[in-house]
């Protein structure tokens, strides 16, 4: 019997899916990027019954580590590290910049494009950025080969390091589906990874205060 | 809210009342005398009467022959004019208790189908509906719903297992209690991560409740000697606390519930450290005030029941107290966290040496804020103490400031909990939060509350920080009290008022 897999993936929206040896048996999507909290649990239940399974057949859950806006990424992992816990199934991680390459290779693909430039990813940073990485392709198995990244730059920046005669980039929306895919390639290639960690590429917001003593000066003045 | 009711079990002697309210709700249908009779003094029944006064305003009977692993509920009554009191609700859980204490592994009883709010205490208590009896109630030609409750699916008359996860500041809390006894209680902190900055850092203390959770939750299982298959439900703080650092909690509480299948439960932290008082002693004696002081909250509140009756009666209007110890700390060249740093630096020191202000003691600012705090202006008052000291060329004697403010916070926290057990008229003061670990304050309220004849309560330090204990605590209780679990849509709430102890 296949491998039952629960994906996750809260870098944008909150998107969950359950596929079973490569065939999707059901999936959620909720678009707003925000409310990860409040969703998260529906999604998963959801996905799970629409499956038609138990929790407990799940073997493996593979999350998306983003890189992604930090509050919500991180709900995403946390609720598929405390799933994979409860149900005892291997924990797996994976770049959601992966997944979007998978989907803008698909549709490259269908649209019979026989071009062979490398492809840009690139996500919503917020504060005018953009988290990006570029991929030259797939693997004989279908997951995405990275070249470069992923890295987090503003717009006109990245212009200038990818000319369009370089690259190609493409529109495309992240789905817990296409992370199952990029899964089911790693897993085939032997390149999956326990990693889970989140992917922030920016340190937290907090600047050590320079000189201790300097609070009592500024509340007094 | 006190309900004025008493159930106990029925005797004959309640006879003439039960039949009174039988024929009053079961007009068409009631059950004669003899029947009743019968069925009240009967050896395989257990029959439970409630009552207002020497009124019988409800009745409930069930019936369990011995060897037999199904029970039933015969009947339930409860007067028109008693309704809406939790008194059907009441009777229900201490017959299911009774049940599981006769060892019966299912219990069933027949509703009418045109009878929806019945139907919805029902499923709450975890009875389900498995069948339905064509035109049952006759005359009225009404359908009757089975429905069929399975003891090893519900916590009902026995303690529940519950595993709570608190990850609302920079403490990532997990702990597991059966009832009303504590099994484990692991905290990891990120109070190092956070010493450079000179306070809690929102997003340095959420990254590191996500790394954090899975070490915490091992060692949680591993102390009690439990799997999470032993886990009966979960409970997380949904707030109130740092937004980011909350919702890693509630998403991985969410999965977790999912995962094992098992209830959930969206518990208020402050009620939380109220609570887990109940660990220590077996149960929360009310009423109490109760004093919450810590780097992120300085509440005041007044706990008359712990799942139904808690009132703010104050708080901090800009620092915690614990964000205070912090600030003055920085001002005094000391590390951080501030608390037991200045601790240390007042030992010796002279807390009379300076009178640094009481915030909101005045006599004006005592009309409007009673039992509210403020220590922002105390942090200030430190501060310029220490430049004028510095400008006027003299050395600083650092035990005695920190001695003088260290007072000057005690004393305030001290002195509105103490008012507000005199004003109310409750024996009792609770002490909570991570600044219980202060000496001085534990002394003072020692201190002033024997003067006034009320009894001080600190738990144990390890339970007055943030912990997962206590929201397993309060879940557990939420369980016992029948209270139905929380969806999974919550979110988190960072402004959550001490008013909603558990959120659906």
Sequence with gaps: MPNWTLCIDTSAGTTVAVLQGGEVRSEIHFDENMKHAERIGDAIAQAISGAGIKPGRVGSVVVGRGPAPFTGLRIGIAAAAMFAEGVGAQLFGISSLDALALAAFQKRSATGESSSKPILVTADARRSEHYWALYSGLTKNGAPILIEGPGVAKPAALDQKFSEQQVERTQVKISAVDLGKVFDAQILDGTASHVVEAMYL?????????????????VSG | MSTAFIIREAAETDLEQIMALENACFSNDAWDQDTMHFEVVAHHTYYLAALEGDALIGFAGLSKIPGNEQADIQTIAVAQSARGKGIGKALMLELLKEARRLQAEELFLEVRADNPAAQKLYLNLGFEHIDTRKRYYQPDDVDAWVMRLQFARTTIGREPIVLGIETSCDETGIGIVRGNTLLANIISSSMEEHARFGGVVPEIAARAHLEA??????????????SLKDIDAIAVTNGPGLGGALMVGVGAAKALSVAIEKPIYAVNHLVGHVGVDILERGQLETPTVALLVSGGHTSLLLVRDLLNDVELLGETIDDAAGEAFDKV???LGLKYPGGPEIDKAAAGGDPKAVRFPRGLSLPKDMEKHRYDFSFSGLKTAVARWVEKTEAAGEELNVANIAASFREAVADVLVTKAVNACLDHKVPR????????????????????????????????????????????????????????????????????????????
């Design chain 1, 202 to 218: 920016r340190e937290a917001d907090a600047v050590a205060p320079k000189v201790l003593r300097d609070f009592g000066k500024k």
């Design chain 2, 213 to 226: 959770l899975r070490p915490t939750l091992h060692q949680a299982l591993a102390k009690a000697n439990l």
């Design chain 2, 329 to 331: 700390a920085r001002v």
């Design chain 2, 429 to 504: 003061l609770l002490l909570g939060g991570g600044v219980v670990a202060n000496a001085r304050l534990r002394e003072l309220a020692a201190e002033r509350c024997a003067a006034h004849g009320i009894e001080l309560r600190i738990p144990a330090l390890s339970l007055c920080t943030d912990n997962g204990a206590m929201i397993a605590a309060l879940g557990a209780q939420l369980i016992m009290a029948g209270r139905a679990p929380s969806s999974l849509h919550f979110g988190a709430d960072s402004t959550l008022p001490v008013t909603s102890v558990q959120t659906l």
